[in-house]
């Protein structure tokens, strides 16, 4: 019984500065983003480059260490119920390698709504992810992906297509928020 009290005593603050830090975070991003839908959940070591010119729709998540580059010219368009795993990268720019003096290129990528995005993946610049698409962990996305495709590897290949609604499931992604409100 005693023990009980010691580790609430212990953990409450944890987990209420936890809480507080999220909603923080969460409060930055509504502020420095485009635009954010709601119920997303952004998780620590998330990295946003000119955030000005991402938009997230509603119940996006973003987990630890993933990158969104977005660039002055160039857009990152999040749509709803999209899933980014660990260390995932969105990239829209970068140097024209054909260019003697190192020029900047740089084109807009779209993900939309119910992509699943595996861990350590990579969309490069141009890129557009369609509708309930899954990009298999650590590939490199360098084309358009089809709605309802499995793709994996570097460069990232068709594998599959998947049954329509299939990730259904996650139209129906709790709110984030509203969850951890209730804690
Ligand atoms: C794509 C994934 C979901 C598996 O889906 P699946 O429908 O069960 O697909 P399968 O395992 O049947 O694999 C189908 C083919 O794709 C290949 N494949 C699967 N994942 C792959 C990957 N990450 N990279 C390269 N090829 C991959 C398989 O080798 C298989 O190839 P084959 O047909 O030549 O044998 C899974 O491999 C994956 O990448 N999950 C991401 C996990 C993750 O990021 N978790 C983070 C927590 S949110």
Not at 14 to 42: D, E, F, P
Not at 52 to 65: A, F, R, Y
Request: proline letters at 5%; charged letters at 25%; one cysteine or more.
């Amino acid at each position: 019984m005693g023990n009980k009290y010691v580790s609430n005593f212990v953990s409450l603050p944890i987990v209420y500065w936890r809480g507080l830090r999220r909603r923080i975070r969460n409060l930055y991003c509504k502020l420095a983003l485009k635009s954010m839908g709601k119920g997303c959940s952004i998780s620590d070591r998330v990295a946003l480059f000119c955030p000005e010119n991402i938009s997230l729709g509603d119940k996006v998540i973003l987990n630890d260490g993933v990158i969104l580059q977005s660039c002055e010219d160039t857009a990152v368009e999040i749509c709803d119920n999209v899933v980014l795993s660990y260390d995932a990268m969105i990239l829209t720019g970068g140097i024209d390698p054909t260019g003697r003096v190192h020029g900047h290129l740089s084109f807009p990528v779209v993900i939309k709504d119910r992509v699943w995005i595996g861990a350590r993946a990579i969309v490069l610049p141009g890129v557009t992810i369609g509708e309930d698409a899954v990009v298999a962990a650590g590939s490199v996305v360098t084309k358009d992906v089809p709605p309802n495709t499995l793709v994996a590897g570097v460069p990232a290949q068709f594998v599959k297509k998947l049954e329509a609604n299939m990730n259904s499931e996650r139209k129906q992604l709790p709110d984030r928020m509203e969850h951890e409100g209730e804690k």
